[in-house]
């Protein structure tokens, strides 16, 4: 196997005929039900989320392959192994319904376990683990395991992270039996706020929202400098709101962008770069942020329009940052845009689908209302079914509403397998106290010296997060992490906030860096040399969590003069940056004007006023000194 393959999940099966035809209505009927459910029903949450899981399970095994590698024979064809686990998940989902009162009731670690609860909860693990390996790969899964040999073994090693005995059924007693384990709030998380927002995302696309969004991207952008990838930079974000997944969104979109930032010129590596920094800040971009805020939001209690509002500024300046930097890289590659001829009129793209921008704008409106994740993303779903009335290209025919709902069944697999790796992992620390451990060991590297602990953290939450879903890697550092942090007195919207970006720079860190891999399939160029180039685009983000932690004005706590102060600052940071990392302005930069200009970021970001102002005044010195001296008179964009 590849190192990309190590890394990489099953192929999704699409099998026709009859079968094809049972499972399309199975996973619609699936879906319909796991939505009037996450909205409606009054089932005890534990049976809600042990019903949704057992029928995700079989959605899973019957239309996603063991291994990434088609089948030459019949690559569609569902084997007899998978119906076999089929069936077991259809027992498990059956026995755990049944027994729902009795679970319900019993008291842990008190009430014993019989032989037939010990035989279906085991069953219950390994069919987790294989979705797990299935959908996010062999990392995680083996992540999972080692965690789960912890909690089994961890008592023959010294202290301190050694911990009491844990026999097999104490494990299964708190992992299956309760909601500390597997179905935890990650999982309640994706059976209700998750699946209605993935519902939203498929139908806007199957109405034809993504195109909408690209052909709005290229009118607002296309004809400047460099024009492609600023279309990548705003239909990436667009895009990537809704699927809040960085490999997802650069497979999507990146298709599209990327031949067309080659086109004009750009260099592979530079394109596919472009295109990972861009897809990889949706997951951080209100007002839908992908699935990890929904995570953020149950796991810390903070409302979830909290989350939108304080993300508001840091995602915009992330976006500022990127689509800056590609203007001066552009520049400095004497890269034009496109042609006005191939550039739709923005007065077109708006009469032909601004209808589109209404089920954001009902998201928006439900989020200030003060209602729920769940009844939000159903009135954004029901908004796109409404407006896909209007024209009859957008016209969602009874077919196409089975065929999304059965898609939404299929994206959501992923999340599903990432959200069961992470309530194993949540119930092995809750059992072994490995998250004070961890914190002891790093407050005693770090002190309490702040800033060494948030480089500390931040180290921590990219390597944890590497080659998983931001879904996971984020919970890991919550659960690892965050307590530090809030020990140490930053704010816990700060805190999370901090975790979470990181979480999401984790896929385009070298070496894993996932979504640079489905970059390179596109660009066909060198991973490597992607994500590295990446990492040059995305740099800005790597300050950013270290700005707002400092600074919680950057999240909106403060007085408008506070709150404007920070922005302002921020703004000619990330400038400065981009300037400096791109090496350009109105001309080419040598290398001590870029290592200046890099330099006067710092005053900027300090929390001290006295600097703030300084570095602000040396900031705009700078770069009047950059524009009166540039030998290119390039207006800039």
Not at 28 to 55: E, G, H, K, M, N
Not at 295 to 311: H, R, W
Not at 466 to 494: D, F, H, N, Q, R
Not at 547 to 552: A, I, N, S, T, W
């Amino acid at each position: 196997m590849s190192f990309s393959g190590f890394f990489s999940s099953g192929y999704t099966r699409r099998p026709e005929g009859a079968v094809g035809y049972l499972l399309t209505a199975y996973g619609a009927i699936f879906i319909l039900w796991s939505a009037y459910a996450a909205v409606f029903s009054r089932l005890d949450a534990l049976v809600l989320v042990t019903l949704f899981l057992s029928f995700m399970l079989v959605l899973v095994f019957s239309t996603i392959a063991a291994g990434s590698e088609r089948l030459e024979d019949d690559p569609d064809r569902v084997p007899i192994y998978d119906w076999i686990f089929v069936a077991s998940s259809i027992a498990c989902g059956l026995y755990f319904a049944i027994n729902s009162d009795a679970i319900a009731t019993r008291i842990t670690l008190l009430d014993p376990l019989s032989t037939i609860d010990v035989v279906f909860a085991t069953f219950l693990i390994v069919l987790c683990l294989e979705v797990c390996r299935r959908t996010v790969g062999l990392l995680l899964t083996g992540i999972v395991i080692c965690f789960m040999a912890y909690n089994l073994y961890g008592h023959v090693l010294p202290a301190p992270f050694g911990h009491g005995y844990i026999g097999f059924e104490h494990f299964l007693d708190i992992m299956i039996f309760t909601t500390d384990g597997l179905f935890g709030t990650p999982l309640r998380v994706a059976a209700t706020y998750v699946l209605l927002f993935v519902l939203f995302g498929t139908f806007l696309a199957s109405a034809g929202g993504g195109e909408f969004f690209n052909n709005l991207a290229a009118s607002v952008a296309g004809a400047r400098v460099g024009g492609p990838a600023k279309i990548a930079v705003v239909s990436s974000g667009l895009y990537g709101t809704i699927s809040g997944s960085p490999t997802s969104d650069v497979v999507t979109t990146g298709s599209i962008t990327i031949p067309m930032m080659k086109k004009i010129g750009y260099p592979a590596t530079v394109a596919g770069a472009v295109e990972v920094a861009a897809s990889t800040g949706g997951s951080i971009l209100p007002p839908v942020m992908g699935s990890a805020a929904f995570i953020m939001a149950e796991y810390t209690g903070i409302p979830y329009l909290d989350i939108v509002v304080a993300s508001t500024i840091p995602a915009l300046l992330y976006y500022f940052s990127v689509y800056s930097q590609v203007h001066y890289t552009s520049v400095r590659l004497g890269l034009k845009g496109l042609d006005k001829s191939v550039v739709p009129p923005l007065s077109e793209t708006m009469k032909n689908g601004g209808l589109f921008l209404v089920p954001l704008a009902a998201i928006v409106w439900a989020l200030f209302e003060g209602f729920s994740p769940t009844f939000v993303a159903l009135f954004g779903a029901v908004a796109v079914i409404v407006i896909s009335f209007f024209r009859k290209q957008t016209r969602l025919s009874v077919t196409r509403m089975v065929e999304t709902l059965a898609e939404t069944g299929r994206r959501l697999a992923p999340v599903v397998g990432a959200c069961t790796a992470a309530g194993f992992v949540i119930g092995g620390i809750t059992m072994t106290g490995l998250a004070a451990k961890l914190s002891a060991l790093v407050f005693l590297m770090t002190g309490d010296a702040i800033w060494l602990t948030l480089i500390v953290a931040a180290i921590m939450t990219i390597v944890l997060g590497m080659g998983m879903p931001t879904v996971s890697s984020y919970i890991l550092a919550a659960v690892l992490i965050g307590p530090l942090l809030i020990k140490l007195g930053v704010p816990e919207m700060a805190a999370h906030l901090f975790l979470l970006y990181y979480a999401v720079l984790s896929a385009i860190t070298p070496p894993v860096a996932v979504a640079a891999f489905a970059a390179a399939s596109i660009a066909d160029d060198n991973p490597m040399k992607i994500s590295f180039k990446g990492v040059q685009f995305a740099v800005g983000a790597f300050l950013l969590p270290f700005f707002f932690v400092l600074d919680p004005a950057l999240l909106g706590e403060g007085s408008v003069i506070e709150v404007t102060w920070a922005t302002l600052r921020a703004v000619l940071a990330f400038l400065l940056i981009s300037v400096a990392s791109a090496g350009c302005f109105n001309s080419s930069l040598g290398a001590l004007q870029r290592l200046l200009t890099f330099a006067i970021v710092v005053p900027l970001l300090t929390p001290f006023f006295a600097y703030q102002g300084l570095g602000f005044m040396a900031g705009i010195g700078i770069l009047f000194w950059f524009w009166l001296s540039g030998r290119a008179n390039v207006k800039v964009v």
